[in-house]
């Protein structure tokens, strides 16, 4: 057996030694990576504030934290911990509380999903819409929902703000198809704008889903029947009025006596109807509804007495005579 030379031998050694070298790196940086990154300041810091029970100052405590380790591979535990201890506030109903520690924590973790959608909890719970709103749109944008999208329209409703509430009432729509509530909202908001296309789209679904739709198991019968009978009438009024609108007398007059089938007080459904009978030159149809519009007394009481009195005149060698019994008869009708 040949024995290597000297060269050889010192090619060989060098080998070896590089070798072990690169294997005490690789050791010394798995140790690295394995030892804490964070100092025992940092770490007494942490603890100190899983020590707190209290949620609020909890809070506070993580805020000086992260001011003062901003790179902390800590905070992941802290917040974790924060948020259990915002839990049991929310657990106890506490929501001022939820609210105040809540936002504590964002203004040193902004955009944390879990308590944003406490501290927006809190303020629905509170009636502190314009604040709810806030945060909840915050939410929307990372984690949308058909039942959030209510939940903000609701609180845009409740707050008089029109616009927000269709625009939010729409993507509930879009998400809840069958969310009669805001149907009938989009169809009502829409006609008030005088967006009479839109109003009556949304009036037609809307009148689709409710005929179908089961009393909710927590209604009572006598609400249920109300509020079913309410919507009915609204959207039938609405597709009336849009029939009108687009001189579809026929249509108008189908689904404005539809409407009174459902409130038959209805002043302006009586209004248009008379508007409808007169463009169909059925007098007496038009005089009679007119007489019902102005014996109700509503808001379009004093044009239509005005519309029937001009017409009977009209009819009646520019005299009134005899309107009271047409009077009477729409009166005798409305009881």
């Not at 927006?120 to 819409?129: H, L, M, V």
């Not at 149809?285 to 004093?302: E, F, H, S």
């Not at 029937?308 to 008869?329: F, Q, W």
Request: charged share 20%.
């Amino acid at each position: 057996m040949k024995s290597l030379s000297g060269s050889k031998c010192k090619t060989l050694f060098m080998v070896l030694l590089f070798s072990y070298a690169v294997w005490v790196l690789s050791v010394a940086n798995a140790l690295a990576q394995d030892a804490p990154q964070y100092t025992p300041e940092e770490y007494n810091a942490s603890q100190a504030i899983a020590a707190e029970a209290d949620a609020a100052k909890k809070a506070e405590m993580i805020v000086n934290f992260v001011k003062t380790y901003p790179k902390s591979t800590l905070k992941e535990y802290i917040t974790s911990d924060f948020q259990a201890a915002l839990k049991k506030l929310e657990d106890e109903r506490k929501w001022q509380q939820v609210i105040a520690a809540g936002r504590l924590f964002l203004s040193a973790i902004p955009g944390d999903p879990y308590t944003v959608a406490l501290v927006a909890e809190g303020y629905s719970q509170t009636k502190n819409y314009s604040q709810f709103v806030v945060y909840g749109e915050q939410i929307y944008k990372s984690n949308p929902s058909g039942n959030l999208a209510y939940g903000l329209a609701k609180a845009y409703q409740t707050m008089n703000n029109q616009a927000k509430f269709l625009e939010w009432a729409q993507k509930t729509v879009a998400a809840l198809p069958d969310n009669y509530e805001m149907l009938l909202g989009l169809a009502v908001g829409y006609g008030d704008l005088n967006r009479t296309a839109e109003s009556e789209k949304y009036a037609r679904q809307c009148l689709k889903v409710i005929q179908a739709e089961a009393k909710p198991e927590t209604t009572s019968e006598e609400d249920w029947t109300k509020y079913k009978n309410h919507t009915l009438m609204a959207c039938y009024y609405i597709i009336g009025n849009a029939a009108f609108t687009k001189q579809d007398f026929t249509g108008a007059i189908k689904n404005l006596e539809s409407s009174l089938q459902y409130n038959p007080r209805n002043d302006r459904a009586y209004y248009f109807l008379g508007e409808s009978y007169w463009q169909m030159r059925n007098t007496n149809q038009a005089l009679k509804n007119y007489a019902k519009a102005y014996l109700l007394g509503g808001a379009v009481a004093t044009p239509a007495k005005l519309k029937m009195e001009n017409l009977y005149k009209s009819t009646h060698k520019n005299s009134l005579v005899g309107l009271d019994k047409v009077i009477a008869v729409a009166k005798s009708e409305l009881k």
